[in-house]
Nanobody, 126 residues
Framework: QVQLVESGGGLVEPGDSLRLSCAVH????????LGWFRQAPGKEREGVSC????????YYGEPVRDRFTISKDNTKNTIYLQMNSLKPEDTAVYYC???????????????????WGQGTLVTVSS
């Protein structure tokens, strides 16, 4: 059984950086597409970034492009989301997701995710 465990959320100020981690249990990183999604209060869940299993490309949603970076460490079976220049509108619960089609339309990929982590809260506020 695949299990995703997120960590690293917290309260930061605008302009700060934060790194989220998603430990993957029960499978290797190469087997599924993996990615990050977020859900702000009162809003639908949206795709943030993903790593495609078929070509290892990275894809980003437009709101985070050039500020966030997704990466992976195969030795730790963990993926990361480095978030820089954080804005108040980045405030959300961030979820790790697996087993979906990762491509340029990551922003709308939430409905296709088969496996979810429990989420970690990121609050950006002064």
């Amino acid at each position: 059984q695949v299990q995703l465990v997120e960590s690293g959320g917290g309260l930061v100020e605008p302009g700060d950086s934060l790194r989220l981690s998603c430990a993957v249990h029960g499978t290797t990183l190469a087997y599924y597409a993996l990615g990050w999604f977020r859900q702000a209060p009162g809003k639908e869940r949206e795709g943030v970034s993903c790593l495609a299993s078929y070509d290892s490309n990275q894809y980003y949603g437009e709101p985070v492009r050039d500020r966030f970076t997704i990466s992976k460490d195969n030795t730790k079976n963990t993926i990361y989301l480095q978030m820089n220049s954080l804005k108040p509108e980045d405030t959300a619960v961030y979820y790790c997701g697996a087993d979906f089609f990762c491509g340029p339309d990551i922003f709308r990929a939430s409905a296709n995710v088969e496996i979810w982590g429990q989420g970690t809260l990121v609050t950006v506020s002064s």
